[in-house]
């Protein structure tokens, strides 16, 4: 009698993991269909998990990108594959949501499973941060003064235009090299005690030279 306790014990944990992973877990079958479908998915999805069964995944991807869901799920039954790929999702309420969809086989071959992975405020992010790199770089190649980026071995990163008209070195002749090319022989020697009392304590040693 303990095996199939063991058993129930086993179905149970699994389905609750299922169910209450934090990220979409749902099966389609080869029509797109919802067969199965967990929590999280659910609530991506911005429905109740009974009302989603035999429902399209596809009426809840956005138009512009409904031929990449459509052309991955084809892939998956054809391929055989895993496949990936990102679109926009728009839920029941009309809220717009970023997911990262992985999917795979089955091995009956029969379904598509799928992980739903929200990424929207991931983007978001990514958005930011391209928008701080563009203003960061129109305050460098703009400001007026010539500025180099170099790292703590000395290797140059970045220069922008006034530091390639000062010194007459193309970015890509300096980009990857030592500042040292730059420095004369007879000042060398002390720039680089500078630097390596600023590598030891960065408010050590003049900051202006």
């Not at 869901?69 to 594959?81: Q, T, V």
């Not at 009309?94 to 999917?103: F, H």
């Not at 002749?173 to 040292?180: I, Q, T």
Request: aromatic share 8%; net charge negative; hydrophobic share 40%.
């Amino acid at each position: 009698m303990r095996a199939p306790s063991k058993l129930n014990a086993s179905q149970e944990m699994f389905r609750d993991l299922y169910d209450f992973a934090p990220v979409g877990y749902l099966s389609l079958n080869r029509g797109g269909a919802i067969c199965r479908i967990n929590s999280s998915g659910a609530g991506l999805l911005g429905m109740e998990r009974i009302l989603l069964i035999n429902r399209r995944f596809a009426s809840f991807v956005a138009d512009e990108d409904r031929p990449i869901f459509d052309a991955l799920l084809a892939g998956i039954f054809e391929s055989k594959e895993k496949a990936a790929c990102e679109v926009t999702l728009l839920n029941v309420e009309g809220s717009q949501i970023i997911v990262m969809i992985e999917a795979m086989l089955s091995k009956d071959e029969k379904e598509c499973h799928v992980v739903l992975e929200d990424i929207t405020e991931r983007k978001k992010m990514d958005v930011a941060l391209r928008k701080s790199e563009r203003k960061y770089r129109t305050i460098f190649e703009n400001t007026g003064t010539p500025m180099v980026i170099a790292d703590e071995n000395t290797i140059i990163h970045e220069i922008n235009s006034e530091f390639e008209h000062l010194f007459g070195y193309s970015r890509n002749e300096l980009v990857g090299c030592s500042w040292e090319k730059l420095v004369l022989k007879e000042d060398l020697e002390r720039l680089m005690g500078y630097h390596e009392q600023r590598s030891i304590d960065p408010e050590a040693g003049p900051r202006n030279y």
